[in-house]
């Protein structure tokens, strides 16, 4: 069942709660993809280097730069400082890793 008033205040409250999450879906009641900041110490880092995957239990599934999308991405992705990236996961995890 969809409830789109309930769908649409999650996404308000996770979207405004911080500034550096740009958009929001939920995808089941464990899952989201987030498109988000860069952490400022992983810029300049490759997502290998970061060892994203295993250590957050997340995966970038692309990077968003100047509005342009790159689904390209591999473990010599490097993490610039104008970019955002959209990452996939539990939402617990991607909500410990960025603190939101």
């Known amino acids: 069942m969809v409830y789109p008033e309930r769908q649409l205040a999650d996404w308000v409250a996770i979207r405004y709660s911080a500034d550096h999450i740009f958009d ?13 900041s860069i952490p400022g110490e992983w810029i300049g880092k490759t997502i290998g ?8 239990n997340i995966n970038i599934m692309a ?32 909500q410990k890793c960025f603190h939101i």
């Not at 929001?24 to 993809?33: G, K, M, R, V």
């Not at 280097?49 to 957050?56: E, G």
């Open 24 to 36: 929001y879906i939920e995808l089941d009641e464990e899952h989201a993809i987030f498109e988000i």
């Open 63 to 94: 990077l968003k730069t100047n509005d342009i999308m790159d689904l390209k991405i591999s473990s010599d992705t490097q993490l610039l400082k104008d970019s955002t990236m959209l990452v996939l996961g539990e939402t617990k995890h991607i």
């Open 49 to 56: 280097q970061l060892d994203i995957r295993k250590k957050y």
